[in-house]
């Protein structure tokens, strides 16, 4: 089982390109979640899939789209990107229980 | 808003000391969970509290639920450098998973 795959790991990017984030999970879960994690500030949540086709935004989504085609996979989309958007960014899902993270992507705009 | 508030944002103590971080809510919470992240890794799941009042123990580790399930606090006895790391609670507010802005704790060997 490899619970939550991110991809890519590592990632810099001029300000104005575009990128996809992508996150995949192979547990079965409903629910799937992007985060993005800044010294100090925390896990915020930019956006939020209940099931399949459905999406919402969390505390910080501006700047950003996502998708969720079908139920493994949840896609975070940078169209324009700002040097404030550099951040690690984390990918999750949950069952029952607990969530489960992917390993993060580290962004960086220049 | 920041829907659950984490105090202290860092804390460092000497290896055997003990270490509490704290998780407040404005709202009453179905249940609060707290992970945590090695430096450089990815948050873990360490626990859940549902029952008003609840105290859980992982070895060390002692986690309570407030009585009006308003906050709640993780304490480590005699800590040790393996304790390093980011600790984070987190609840299920309105359908979504919000997290503490965490604190941080280094432990002197």
């Known amino acids: 089982n490899a619970g939550v795959t991110q991809t890519p790991k590592f990632q810099v990017l001029k300000t104005g390109q575009s990128m996809t984030l992508q996150c995949a999970q192979d547990m079965n879960h409903n629910s799937m979640y992007w985060y993005r994690q800044d010294p100090g500030m925390g896990l915020r949540l930019i956006y939020y899939s209940a099931s399949e086709g459905t999406t919402d935004k969390g505390e910080v989504p501006n700047g950003y789209n996502v998708s969720r085609l079908n139920k493994r996979e949840f896609s975070l989309r940078l169209e324009s990107a700002a040097p404030s958007q550099t951040s690690v960014y984390f990918c999750a899902s949950t069952g029952l229980e607990e969530a489960f993270f992917g390993q993060g992507t580290r962004l960086t705009v220049v | 808003g920041q829907q659950v508030m984490q105090i202290p944002q860092y804390q460092h103590v000497q290896e055997g000391e003990d270490f509490t971080t704290y998780c407040n809510s404005s709202?009453?919470?179905?249940?609060i969970q707290w992970y945590k992240q090695r430096p450089g890794g990815h948050p873990v799941f360490l626990i859940q509290l549902v029952k008003s009042g609840e105290v859980k123990k992982q070895k060390r580790l002692t986690f309570q639920f407030g009585e009006a399930k308003k906050n709640s606090s993780l304490h480590i006895t005699a800590t040790q450098t393996t304790d390093v790391g980011t600790y984070f609670c987190a609840a299920l507010v309105r359908n979504k998973f919000y997290f503490g802005s965490g604190t941080k704790l280094n432990v002197k060997p």
């Open positions: 709202t009453t919470l179905s249940n």
